[in-house]
């Protein structure tokens, strides 16, 4: 069936499509709250904003899309143990890896781009002899307002 006119399929929908993997309407509404989250959301998150648009989805279904992504390398699971909720964060995967630092008061998570980042990797491959395919880093400290008592 094809989409409506209105609806501009997005990247991680069209890479189910390019892969050939099965397209569900519930599946849609999940990868449509993950294409659009402005924020990292876990899968509680995911479930609440999913059901919104299709009330069929499930906590299962969540949970098997969200490893089906990370398998096809779609998005990236951030372990953000020390801060509130179920301690998995889901967010797209960006183009260039970033550094994750969470704040241990507040529960503001800020990304950090470092080219010192890109050439620890790399001396990681060629030291190592080791392929690099994912690579995270997550700090956790305090923010500029918490330090400042804002």
């Not at 906590?59 to 998005?75: E, F, N």
């Not at 301690?87 to 008061?105: N, P, Q, T, V, W």
């Not at 950090?112 to 001396?123: G, T």
């Not at 990681?124 to 994912?134: A, G, K, M, T, Y």
């Amino acid at each position: 069936m094809p989409l409506p006119q209105t609806e501009i399929p997005g990247r991680l929908q069209a890479h189910f499509a390019e892969r050939g993997i099965r397209m569900t309407e519930q599946r849609r509404a999940i990868l449509r709250v993950i294409e659009t989250a402005n924020k990292h959301l876990d899968a509680s998150q995911i479930l609440r904003k999913a059901q919104r648009l299709d009330a069929r989805v499930d906590r299962s279904t969540v949970y098997r899309t969200l490893r089906l992504l990370k398998r096809q390398g779609l998005i990236d699971e951030l372990d953000l143990m020390h801060l509130n909720g179920e301690g998995h964060y889901y967010e797209r995967r960006l183009a260039k890896d970033h550094i994750h630092m969470a704040c241990l008061r507040c529960g503001k998570i800020m990304e950090f781009v470092s080219d010192q980042f890109d050439k620890l990797k790399q001396q990681v491959e060629s030291d190592c002899r080791f392929h690099v395919l994912v690579s995270r880093l997550e700090i956790g400290g305090y923010c500029a307002s918490c330090r400042s008592g804002h």
